[in-house]
């Protein structure tokens, strides 16, 4: 759902090379971390080879993924190369209104999986929300799940809005709850912190 215009979308993905001159681009503007993120950096056959050009660069690495990829190798391979942090996203307690939105049938068995091989292998992890009109009433439930977890961070962030997906946006007032609901849950739980990236109702979804 993030970053999708349209279903039919033909666009493909960045080619290793382009992705090593973006990275030369940061580094000579002298950014010092990096996220990779969207649609799913998993899917990529390089993304080893991307690890190491990054970490010659001295970038401090995090990721952003759905985590139903994650395997016992992949997750060994973060540790490797010391990934910061890897954020997973996680819509829903429901598992089938997880999948619905996901657009697959076993996305939240697998991301719980994903999730508990990166604190196998003590990986940072934070749970990230993409807030919707289904789910807002849900975030206490969700953050208990992420502390439960072992993760070290929670995020909501605001959905990306576009032609598919108008009817999950939340309204003004269920903004407002969610605002309220965040900020009396923060500093519950023991080294574990909860932000928001809703700003003013603007999208900033990953």
């Not at 429901?94 to 999986?113: L, M, Y």
């Not at 928001?196 to 603007?202: E, I, S």
Request: hydrophobic share 35%.
């Amino acid at each position: 759902h993030c970053y999708l215009i349209s279903y039919n979308n033909k666009h493909h993905e960045q080619s290793y090379e382009k992705v090593c001159n973006i990275l030369d681009q940061l580094y000579k503007a002298g950014v010092f971390k990096v996220a990779l993120v969207g649609r799913e950096p998993l899917m990529r056959n390089d993304l080893e080879k991307i690890f190491q050009y990054a970490l010659s660069k001295k970038f401090v690495l995090k990721i952003a993924t759905n985590g139903t990829l994650l395997t016992d190798e992949i997750a060994r391979l973060f540790a490797d190369y010391n990934i910061n942090s890897v954020q997973v996203s996680i819509d829903s307690i429901s598992p089938q209104k997880h999948n619905k939105f996901r657009g697959s049938e076993k996305a939240f068995e697998k991301t719980i999986k994903g999730v508990k091989l990166l604190r196998k292998y003590n990986i940072k992890t934070c749970i990230a929300t993409t807030l919707t009109n289904f789910n807002f009433f849900e975030i206490e439930e969700i953050i208990k799940l992420s502390y439960k977890l072992g993760a070290y961070h929670y995020r909501a962030r605001l959905l990306i809005s576009n032609d598919h997906n108008k009817s999950y946006q939340i309204t003004k007032e269920q903004y407002k709850q969610t605002v309220k609901a965040l900020f009396d849950l923060k500093g519950r739980y023991e080294n574990f912190t909860i932000e928001h990236q809703l700003g003013m109702l603007q999208p900033v979804c990953r």
